[in-house]
């Protein structure tokens, strides 16, 4: 690009024009009218993009525009030539607990292990190889501390399983070969201390334990592309701090997975992302290799990211238990930035207490991300179960035949399938009620038109990629129909400050609101995939977790949802477990990837 300051007045207004995302017609006017030798900014450049704001104003207004303009037209030229890394965030941070100053949880303690306790070392050996692949963390700990299985033959297992399903679910980017057995052969170093002493007392869960890294995380030496044809050579240069909290924990990384590209979908420069329970079909996204990869078998749990739905939707797909952390409770520090103020990291995993150990693993600040914190967390949860759990009803009774069709818009479902899972979360609501929860009817906020503020999302994305979209690269990524990220980024240029700050505003509303649905519960239950609450909380930062609780006819799985209180982790995985301790559907494997 041409630098600004050495352009004509002509060329300066144009670029002020497409910067503006003035587009179609009327940018083509706008040029057609420019093209006159020293045609400047003025009063009819200025009506031509009165739409973008929704305004209409007098001539006499619109020429007192005139010079302000040519002086921020010239403003955004010299601040766009400026280099900005995409890790760099806006001056401006996102508070979950706006809606409520001076209620915030307490600091919490820093060391995150010490409440685990893992019980006694194993007697006895796996009796095959499917037993360690889907194994829970607990019994990969048990058989790891009883010397039955080593921290590097698991480790390889995990690698090996990646190689051999990897041609089917198309789920990795890289295997970490030398950082996972450098990794492991140290936590077989603490595995042999550990072993001198005996007992059931508070141990290191995760030592030694496989896991995959979404790859939008940094891992030095590691490839980080991002999922994106753009940046299929960009190489990590810094520790990501979940990943390095899971390093000091004494987990192995065994391989980067596949991130739909951009953080949207299942479909990267490498092709989509498969589900394990039919290859036919995708994983979701945009966490599709961490998904596809845990419920195949090939890693025992992955970190993935949620910006709206990218940890729930693949986990759901997959048949997976899946955790979205309140906003702020994991630093995203060495995480691709998509929107600033809804970006999360969390776990995926098969049962709420393996989300539960990793998630106590990686929660935390850690002075590099500014919006985390440390907040308390015990496992097993220092406080008795939530005993009042509110039921979003009319969520539930929605008629879901009007989701039918996929993310491109084509018809990918009936009415029955819809049904069919119906029946399902009906029978789940039973459950719960039959485990000794008091369910209590509730509703989503009513005033506030959550919907209304997803373009929240597209201006924060469009920001981030803005240099993508201005330098013509977002040509490559794969996928260029309309509900694609090349064709947002260039309608989130379309977006108004003000418009983008009034939804923010309106935001706040949505917080108290929000709150007030936790009124005499603690935990929320919800249909997954149905309504706005997906949206609403990832707006409000609150925590949500999916985990299977059926499998249709055609043998895929379908998912239940969660919400607890800002900070609720402790309640809301202390739910989930009660439910998944009288279902068994998060232990259930998919049948291809089995071999006894």
């Not at 060329?11 to 030798?37: D, H, I, K, M, N």
């Not at 299929?232 to 590209?261: C, F």
């Not at 590099?368 to 179960?385: G, T, Y």
């Not at 049904?419 to 039973?430: N, P």
Request: hydrophobic share 40%; aromatic share 6%.
């Amino acid at each position: 690009m041409a630098d600004p300051r050495n352009m004509t007045p002509r060329r300066r207004v144009l670029q002020f024009l497409a910067g503006l995302g003035v587009a179609s017609p009327v940018l083509a006017r706008a040029v057609t009218a420019l093209a006159e030798e020293g045609a400047p900014i003025d009063k009819e450049t200025i009506r031509r993009a009165e739409w973008i704001s929704g305004l209409e104003l007098t001539d006499e207004k619109r020429e007192l525009m005139v010079e302000g303009l040519r002086q921020m037209q010239e403003q955004f030229a010299r601040l766009r030539a400026l280099p900005l890394d995409n890790s760099v965030p806006p001056a401006l941070a996102f508070d979950p607990f706006a809606a409520r100053p001076g209620a915030r949880t307490p600091p919490g303690d820093p060391d995150r292990s010490r409440h685990v306790r893992l019980g006694p070392p194993s007697d006895s050996a796996p009796d095959h190889e499917d037993d360690v692949a889907f194994a829970s963390i607990r019994q990969l700990s048990a058989w790891l501390r009883g010397g039955h299985l080593s921290a590097r033959e698991l480790a390889d297992l995990s690698l090996a399983r990646l190689e051999k399903h990897d041609p089917a679910l198309h789920c990795v980017i890289e295997r970490t070969v030398d950082v996972a057995r450098a990794q492991a052969d140290a936590a077989d170093r603490r595995l042999a201390e550990a072993r001198k002493n005996s007992g059931d007392g508070p141990g290191e869960p995760l030592l030694g334990i496989p896991w995959g890294a979404k790859d939008l995380l940094s891992w030095p030496g590691t490839r980080t592309t991002w999922g994106a044809k753009p940046y299929e050579d960009q190489i990590g240069a810094v520790r990501s701090t979940a990943a390095a909290n899971l390093e000091a924990a004494g987990a192995t990384l065994v391989a980067k997975l596949t991130v739909g590209a951009l953080a949207w979908g299942d479909v990267w420069f490498g092709g989509k992302t498969r589900n394990p329970w039919n290859v036919e079909q995708g994983s979701s996204g945009s966490s599709a290799g961490p998904a596809s990869a845990t419920a195949a078998g090939l890693v025992t749990f992955a970190l993935g990211t949620e910006t709206w739905g990218s940890i729930l939707s693949p986990a759901t797909v997959c048949g997976l238990t899946g955790l979205r952390p309140t906003f702020g409770r994991v630093s995203r520090h060495g995480c691709m930035a998509l929107a600033w103020s809804m970006d999360k990291i969390g776990p995926i995993a098969r049962s709420a207490e393996d989300c539960a150990l990793v998630f106590g693993a990686i929660h935390g600040a850690d002075g590099l991300d500014p919006v985390a914190r440390s907040v308390e967390f015990a496992w097993p949860p220092a406080r008795p179960r939530p005993v009042r759990i509110g039921v979003l009803r009319a969520e539930f009774d929605r008629d879901r035949a009007q989701y039918a069709g996929d993310e491109d818009g084509d018809e990918a479902t009936t009415v029955e399938w819809w049904k069919e899972w119906e029946v399902i979360d009906r029978g789940s609501l039973d459950t719960l009620a039959n485990a000794g929860f008091e369910l209590v009817d509730c509703t989503l906020p009513g005033d506030v038109p959550i919907s209304d503020l997803a373009f929240i999302l597209t201006a924060e994305a469009a920001t981030a990629f803005d240099d993508l979209t201005r330098s013509g690269r977002d040509d490559l990524l794969v996928r260029q129909v309309a509900a694609a990220w090349p064709n947002v980024f260039r309608q989130g240029q379309m977006i108004p400050a003000v418009e983008y700050l009034r939804a923010n505003r309106h935001r706040t509303r949505l917080l108290a609101a929000t709150e007030a649905m936790f009124d005499g519960v603690d935990v929320i239950v919800a249909p997954t995939w149905v309504g706005d609450t997906l949206l609403l909380t990832n707006l409000s930062g609150h925590p949500q977790l999916c985990l299977p609780n059926g499998l249709r006819t055609d043998g895929t799985p379908t998912s239940l949802s969660f919400v607890g209180r800002l900070d609720g982790e402790e309640a809301l995985l202390a739910v989930a477990r009660a439910f998944q301790e009288v279902t068994d559907f998060h232990r259930r494997r998919p049948p291809g990837f089995v071999t006894g």
